[in-house]
Antibody, heavy 119, light 111 residues
Framework: EVQLVESGGGLVKPGGSLRLSCAAS????????MNWVRQAPGKGLEWVSS????????NYAASVKGRFTISRDNAKDSLFLEMNSLIFDDTAVYYC????????????WGQGTTVSVSS | QSVLTQPPSASGTPGQSVTISCSGS????????VSWYQQLPGTAPKLLIY???QRPSGVPDRFSGSKSGTSASLAISGLQSEDEAEYFC????????????FGGGTKLTVL
């Protein structure tokens, strides 16, 4: 079964850090671009970051650039998101997603992990 | 403020058809394909339509997508109670917004 399982979310104070992980299974992880997408409470979806299959190409949303770092370990079928200098607006459910066919869409989504930034 | 514009809500009765619109610009919908996602309450989004009108296996043919210029639409025919969900459109953006942009979501209510 194709699956993505996120972990690492939690409650953190403003200015704090968290590291999210995403474990992939059921597909050849090293062949696909992976993404992080977040959803603030009661809000829509917001793309956060993407990393190509080899890790050579990385993009960030303007709202997280300079604070978040995406990475992957193809030997361990894992995706990561290092989040530093967290602010209230980073509060959201973070989804790990698999890209389908270059720019066609995101065909596999994890169940999400919740990040809450609060003092 | 989402880059792609969707109506916040839509509704219909069982058996009816409903259409949800998604408006963008030349840098996203105008030059790239559109995908649609269904998010049932309390669950993760699920890919419903890709490449403007293609359905992944397992998605009923009651769901169809189309694109014209800088706009796209998701049509649902034979509405069922289990279709009550939030629907999001998305596209690659060649400009400064992306590379991925989403619509704000449309909450579909089956009356």
């Amino acid at each position: 079964e194709v699956q993505l399982v996120e972990s690492g979310g939690g409650l953190v104070k403003p200015g704090g850090s968290l590291r999210l992980s995403c474990a992939a299974s059921g597909f050849t992880f090293k062949s696909y671009t992976m993404n992080w997408v977040r959803q603030a409470p009661g809000k829509g979806l917001e793309w956060v970051s993407s990393i190509s299959s080899t890790g050579s190409y990385i993009n960030y949303a303007a709202s997280v650039k300079g604070r978040f770092t995406i990475s992957r370990d193809n030997a361990k079928d894992s995706l990561f998101l290092e989040m530093n200098s967290l602010i209230f607006d980073d509060t959201a459910v973070y989804y790990c997603t698999k890209l389908f066919g270059s720019r066609l869409g995101m065909d596999v989504w994890g169940q999400g992990t919740t990040v809450s930034v609060s003092s | 403020q989402s880059v792609l514009t969707q109506p916040p809500s839509a509704s219909g009765t069982p058996g009816q058809s409903v259409t949800i619109s998604c408006s963008g610009s030349t840098s996203n919908i105008g030059s790239n394909t559109v995908s649609w996602y269904q998010q049932l309450p309390g669950t993760a989004p699920k890919l419903l339509i890709y490449a403007n009108h293609q359905r992944p296996s397992g998605v009923p043919d009651r769901f169809s997508g189309s694109k014209s210029g800088t706009s796209a639409s998701l049509a649902i025919s034979g509405l069922q109670s289990e279709d009550e969900a939030e629907y999001f459109c998305a596209a690659w953006d060649d400009g400064l917004n992306g590379p991925w942009v989403f619509g704000g979501g449309t909450k579909l209510t089956v009356l």
